[in-house]
């Protein structure tokens, strides 16, 4: 019983060659998995962006249009009045639709990165967590 053995090296690399195959694939997947969720979060952003982007461009061209076509100062002034209160609501408007664009997102992105529990005692893990047998 006070003796010293050394463990066997030869199948303790294979288990833990077996562990980091493992983690490195399901990294490379997750990674993956990340990268998609940026890229579909890149477009979803750009797309909205350039949605709202044209539709403030054609309200700001109706609005010097009305501008320069009316009669005194009191119309335009009105005019800008009402320019000023519709564009006020229309970022408001876009900033919470981009607020719950990113958390959408992100809660996406932590879905990734976050394992379930059928996924989180791999065999592997469960080797590499056992305690170690010394032969005798």
């Known amino acids: 019983m006070d003796e010293f ?3 066997d090296v030869q199948s ?3 288990d833990f060659g077996g562990l980091f195959t493992w983690a490195g694939s399901d990294s490379a997947r997750r990674f993956c998995e990340q990268g998609q969720s940026v890229g579909k979060a890149f477009t979803e952003w750009s797309t909205e962006f350039n949605q709202f982007l044209s539709y403030r461009i054609a309200r700001n061209r109706e609005t010097l249009s009305r501008i320069t ?3 005194n100062f009191g119309d335009a002034f009105a005019i800008q009045t009402s320019w000023m209160q519709d564009a006020a609501e229309d ?3 876009q900033l919470s ?3 719950e664009l990113n958390s959408s997102v992100l809660s996406h992105a932590a ?3 976050t394992p379930t529990t059928a996924q989180s005692e791999k065999p ?11 032969q005798s």
Do not use: D, I, S, T
């Open 69 to 71: 076509n009316c009669g």
């Open 111 to 113: 879905e990734a990165v």
């Open 91 to 93: 970022y408001l408007k």
């Open 12 to 14: 303790m690399a294979r």
């Open 5 to 7: 053995r050394m463990p």
């Open 97 to 99: 639709r981009l607020v």
């Open 124 to 134: 592997h893990v469960a080797a590499a967590r056992a305690p170690m047998k010394v």
